[in-house]
Nanobody, 120 residues
Framework: QEQLVESGGGLAQPGGSLRLSCAVPGNIFGISNMAWYRQAPGNQRELVALVTVGDTTMYADPVKGRFTISRDSARNTVYLQMNSLQPEDTAIYYC??????????????WGQGTHVTVSS
């Protein structure tokens, strides 16, 4: 079982910024599409953003233009830069790796989650 380790959550004011980081084991980083999900109290977990092995990115509509996902192969780390934060961004944010070992085998790995609270 591979371990993903998130960091960077915390409290931000509306309109503020936070940057989340996800440290990924080096043996899977280069073969994994990476994503950030979030889950607010009482809600289902939802996809926020993803970045493929080829650096293609995709964003959920609520965060387009405010959040940026990126990956750093030198550090085996994925980032989520969150700007113009709003109270509705409050959630636990999870890092996800969709790892393709072969054409017929892939695994999904999750981090433990990091709390983001947006409040004045």
């Amino acid at each position: 079982q591979e371990q993903l380790v998130e960091s960077g959550g915390g409290l931000a004011q509306p309109g503020g910024s936070l940057r989340l980081s996800c440290a990924v084991p080096g043996n899977i980083f280069g073969i994994s599409n990476m994503a950030w999900y979030r889950q607010a109290p009482g809600n289902q977990r939802e996809l926020v953003a993803l970045v493929t092995v080829g650096d293609t990115t995709m964003y959920a509509d609520p965060v387009k233009g405010r959040f940026t996902i990126s990956r750093d192969s030198a550090r085996n780390t994925v980032y989520l830069q969150m700007n113009s934060l709003q109270p509705e961004d409050t959630a636990i944010y999870y890092c996800n790796a969709d790892t393709r070992y072969t054409a017929w085998r892939h695994e999904n790995y999750w981090g433990q989650g990091t709390h983001v609270t947006v409040s004045s």
